[in-house]
């Protein structure tokens, strides 16, 4: 088949054929042999992308294969003008091409070591560790816009009155006579509060650790609390390590590590969520009252039921979370089921899988 009267290639024996007239090559236009080298490059880039994510052996050699001929192409077109001619036809030795690996498979079975999957843990959430923090106790009650709370170690409870208020690097042990460890109830949705590298904890099972609306958290560390976190509307929690607990006394505790009475335009992405039965979930939504949510890359595990979804509303998201299997004879594994209410249309499902298997979970 005629592909070009100055170059012509096909693969024999693992080896590239180049049929070609020297002198007609080096003599091309720059543009010419420029858009030529980007086609082989091109084709190059193609041929490393299958050979990485292909589980075929057959066809990674092909792949393989189909780099080295490019190399081969690649080395022709940008050898100098001036290199000793050809003859009319010549075998070229492919370049050596860069080792290709095939990619490991995702881990299983992550729930008793979450980093091993590349979710947070303990030890990359809440303060950095050799951070220096001054003690205090007390109700914090934060009034001035703009305010910087940081490098604290705080017995008792903070509320923020104010816009644009920041907390970082906070150790706070919630005190038994708060009821949230930081609230965020008075905070104008115009001046959100951003708190990250956070500590939480609780003397016993009792309140939340961070309740309200308007926040923007991260990187945080909440355990022990009845419930990790309240979320109302304008809300974000990322990048974090979160527990509620059922392990304490008090007034008949209920823990969750998230919940919500109600709000709109909250996203819940890429936290560890596993908790300690017993437990009521790792996720409860108010029946009619949570839309716009973004519940994405989290990694599940524990509860009744894993994660209870409205039972009405439009615009709530689950996806490409990991969880850990229901009834799997340990702490982390919900008693009853994965899901609860997730399955009609307000609620967009995909992606989401099992710990174990990395099979499909259904809503």
Partial sequence: MHRNSKVAASVIGGAVIIMLGWSS????????????LQLAEDAKANCQLLASNTTSSSQRTRAVNCINDQNAIIALLTTPTGSPSASASQTVSPTPSPTV????PTPTNCWSNPGACGYPTAVNTGVPTGTVLTSSSGVINITVAGTVLENREHNGCIYIFAANVVIRNVKLLVSDSCYHGINTDRVPATGVATISDTEITCNYAHGNALAGPNFRATRMY???????LEMNSNSQITESFIRGSEQGRGNAPHGDGIQSQGG??????????????PM??????NPTANN??????????????????????????????????AKAGHDY?????LTDACNHSGIDWSGNYLDS????VNA
């Fill in 280 to 285: 009521t979930s790792a996720i409860i939504t």
């Fill in 25 to 36: 090559l080096a003599s091309a236009a720059p543009s010419s042999v420029s858009s030529r």
């Fill in 333 to 337: 594994s919900a008693a009853y089921g």
């Fill in 264 to 277: 709109n335009n909250v996203v819940i992405r890429h936290n560890t969520m596993l908790q300690l039965n």
């Fill in 222 to 228: 909440i355990d022990k609390c009845e419930n990790g």
């Fill in 357 to 360: 298997n990395l099979s499909t």
């Fill in 101 to 104: 690996t095939t990619p490991s």
């Fill in 292 to 325: 716009m949510w973004l519940v994405e890359n989290n990694f599940f595990g524990g509860g009744a039921y894993t994660v209870y979804c409205p039972e009405q509303g439009i615009g709530f998201v689950v996806r490409k979370n990991r969880f850990v299997p």
